[in-house]
């Protein structure tokens, strides 16, 4: 992670932070264009490491709103398990309809601008989804994070995030 913290701080981000052992780095920027940020931090990942690495970037505002998002029936101990699919751009129809297509009674998901949010119900088998489907379907870059991740991140970085009971 601290590798995470030079690349940032390389690129002239402030208040660079990592959060969490997956990719996760919080920053201040005074830059208003998340394309374009995402397209220099790639470019500054590239030079660093040697590969090609997507960057998903969201405002503080934006996370507080993934973490709020009620996409789904929220229900405890049923055994689910609550995940956000980030993309850098929203969806088009035809890939929409391609994710559509996964639905099945174990995963659910759910389009929200550049948000997929995929509601994972436990299997008896207890064989897990791959996200090899997830891959073939989109065709496009993305990130999966978890939805307590997304919570416990927008409640240390963000503003107007409820909080979640545990």
Known sequence: MELLRR??????????TTF???GNVVFKTSAKNAKVLEKRIEKGLRHALGYEVAAFVRT?????????????????GDGRDFNIILLADALGEGLRCKLMALNTDADEFSVRGREIYWLRRKKLSGVGFS???????LCVPFTIRGGK???KMALRHAYNVARMES
């Open 20 to 22: 969490i052992g997956s």
């Open 131 to 137: 996200s090899v489907p997830l891959e073939k379907a």
């Open 7 to 16: 690349v940032f701080k390389s690129l002239h981000f402030s208040d660079v």
């Open 60 to 76: 503080d505002t934006e996370l507080a709103k993934i973490a709020n998002s009620r996409q789904f029936r929220q229900s405890e």
């Open 149 to 151: 991740t997304i919570k």
